[in-house]
């Protein structure tokens, strides 16, 4: 639970590796990171098609 703050922050990194990678980082903690669904939900369409498809199934694992 610790480690959420620091991939809710590389959300917004310069690289969409790192971004993406955050978001994939965010599911795995799954019910966890229900605080921040909201922050993924945000950046979804400003974010490239790799993102989208894990920033939603992060977020379907977050919700389960």
């Known amino acids: 639970e610790e480690g959420i703050p620091i991939l ?5 990194h310069e690289y969409s590796t790192v971004r993406t990678e955050a978001v994939i980082g965010l599911g795995n903690y799954g019910k966890e990171a229900i605080g921040i ?12 098609a ?6 939603a199934e992060s977020l379907k694992k977050i919700k389960e």
Do not use: T
């Open 8 to 12: 809710v922050k590389a959300l917004d």
């Open 37 to 48: 669904v909201s922050e993924i939900e945000s950046r979804m369409g400003s974010q490239d």
């Open 50 to 55: 790799r993102f989208q498809e894990k920033a």
